[in-house]
């Protein structure tokens, strides 16, 4: 049941059930994808995120209400959205420790091992629920419980760029350096984020993501291997 | 063509526009002039489109040499501004012949001030958009962070007829700035009592308040949420509190997504007077009804 609220002058929020679920989050994507097609005159962008999808409008071109009415119909039309294809992105990712930054801190945090840490994290088919924080910085889900970690009270001033960490039940890779308060597990050796690319953004809303480890010869091997607008990273 | 030297680059100088639309769900920052009425009318002074670029200029000014002959306009905060070392005026189109220097001095009143310069400017967008990202690659918009000895171009087009704005049209800048709040997603996470500090408190604009957000003082008494939210869309002037109760209003370089709770969101004209407003200024909250 979708739940519709204002959200200031120029925007209106969608709510789903706030639960973070691939059923929920399928529904938004279903959502999000109708009124990209539809190009609804006045719609400005759209915020998909876990169980929610925020919609910027212009108020001068539609109205909050038409605006309203509008997405309900399209929620509840029957479009053939579900065929757009999930992509699959496998991810290298170097788990040593002059990467992992703050890998004791988990250990601590989660009493595994390193080695289990790593299987765990390369064991799991993620997705790619939102993108936020930093431009192109995806959040991954649903992280097994045995890795949830909390985010350091105080936060790094500054994380590298392509570092992979966790908070809560979720892992992400900075795309560019930031301060940040996630814990730091490895980096992939693939650019994530290059505003200078046609296509600046590796990560799309509903990917499918799978790591898996390489070791520090093969992370430097494949830092070489990228070109700057290399961004064909299906493996 | 006009080359604007940046002898000095101020504060915090940067080249904005309307910002970059249609992109937040990659989680870019829509960004943009935080003040669209002054730029706006600084656009408009000089005869350029209401989407030329334009320089926002944050508490201490720029000094700027000008190597060739254009027609510029200055709106906002009024900076004691000086065309070689004369004062001139904020409201109306001016004539910069080769060689002038523009310097500003004392910040009279206001935060941000406008720049605009008549013609093309050849800045290179990102995204569609001119406007700097001051945050993660800084080689999205090189151009747009203005440093010491940065140069911008632009392409001058025929002079047009010096022009004012009315004085009614000028901002009032008011001790206490009044901003219209509507309820957000989460207003009823407030209780009646937090409602009433909201509105009958006169908040401070925090220290570490900038383009991403402005935080106020003190906070709202006895704030607790028992369960965490997930995280969801910011849009600007969205107003959130965190955990320890402290009232952030998100504005034009913020993240589009957060995870406290949203409780209300002010409107266009309030973010337009909150811009003019700077650290250590204060602010009072109006209800506004969403229709």
Redesign the interface.
């Known amino acids: 049941m979708l739940i519709f609220k204002p959200f200031g002058p120029q925007a209106l929020l969608v709510e789903w059930e706030q639960r973070i679920a691939l059923d929920v989050h399928g529904a938004v994507m279903e959502l999000y994808q109708k009124v990209a097609i539809q190009n609804i005159v006045g719609v400005l962008y759209q915020i998909p995120a876990y169980c929610s999808l925020t919609i910027g409008f212009n108020p001068e071109l539609i109205a909050y209400q038409a605006l309203l009415e509008q997405i309900a119909y399209l929620d509840r039309f029957p479009l053939a959205i579900g065929n757009i294809p999930t992509r699959q992105l496998s991810i290298p990712v170097c788990y040593e420790s002059s990467f992992a930054l703050d890998m004791p801190l988990v250990e601590a945090q989660t009493k595994l091992d390193r080695a289990t840490i790593v299987r765990i994290h390369t064991s799991t088919a993620f997705r790619v629920y939102m993108l936020g924080f930093l431009p192109g910085f995806p959040y991954l889900g649903v992280l097994p419980e045995e890795l949830k970690c909390d985010r350091r009270s105080t936060p790094s001033l500054k994380i590298p760029a392509q570092s992979v960490g966790l908070a809560g039940l979720q892992t992400g890779i900075y795309p560019s350096d930031a301060p940040g308060g996630w814990l730091i597990i490895g980096r992939t050796p693939f650019v994530t984020f290059n505003p200078n690319a046609d296509d600046p953004f590796l990560f799309k809303v509903g990917d499918s993501v799978r790591f898996y480890s390489i070791s520090v010869e093969e992370f430097e091997q494949e830092t070489s291997k990228i070109s700057p607008s290399a961004f064909n990273n299906s493996k | 063509m006009v080359r604007l030297h940046f002898i000095k680059p101020g504060l915090w100088t940067t080249v904005q526009d309307n910002g970059r639309?249609?992109?937040?769900?990659?989680?870019?920052?829509?960004g943009g002039v935080m003040d669209k009425k002054a730029a706006q009318q600084a656009n408009q002074l000089v005869g350029n489109s209401l989407e030329t670029p334009i320089l926002e200029i944050t508490m201490l000014g720029p000094q700027i040499i000008f190597q060739g002959d254009c027609q510029i306009a200055i709106t906002g905060a009024d900076l004691s501004p000086t065309l070689n070392k004369q004062p001139i005026s904020n409201y109306e189109t001016i004539h910069v012949s080769s060689n002038s220097v523009l310097a500003f001095g004392q910040l009279r009143q206001g935060c941000r001030t406008y720049l605009a310069v008549r013609g093309q400017w050849k800045i290179k967008p990102?995204?569609g958009s001119c406007s700097a990202?001051p945050?993660?690659?800084k080689?999205?918009t090189p151009q747009s962070l203005i440093q010491k000895d940065s140069f911008i171009d632009v392409q001058t087009l025929p002079l047009i007829a010096p022009q004012r704005t009315a004085l009614e049209d000028r901002p009032v800048f008011k001790k206490i700035v009044k901003i219209a709040l509507?309820?957000?997603?989460e207003w009823n996470y407030l209780t009646l009592r937090q409602v009433a500090h909201l509105f009958s408190t006169t908040y401070k604009i925090h220290k570490d308040s900038n383009r991403m957000g402005y935080r106020l003082d003190p906070s709202l008494p006895n704030f607790e949420f028992s369960s965490p939210?997930?995280?969801?869309?910011?849009?600007p002037?969205?107003v959130q509190v965190t955990n320890e109760g402290q009232l952030i209003i998100l504005l034009l370089d913020a993240?589009?997504?957060g995870g406290y709770p949203?409780i209300g969101?002010?409107?266009?004209d309030a973010i337009n007077n909150l811009a003019q407003a700077k650290p250590g200024d204060s602010i009072r909250f109006e209800f506004k009804e969403?229709k």
């Open positions: 639309i249609g992109y937040q769900n990659f989680g870019v920052p829509v990102w995204l990202m945050f993660g690659d080689t999205a509507m309820a957000g997603p939210l997930i995280s969801s869309g910011i849009v002037g969205t993240q589009t997504m949203r969101n002010i409107t266009q969403d």
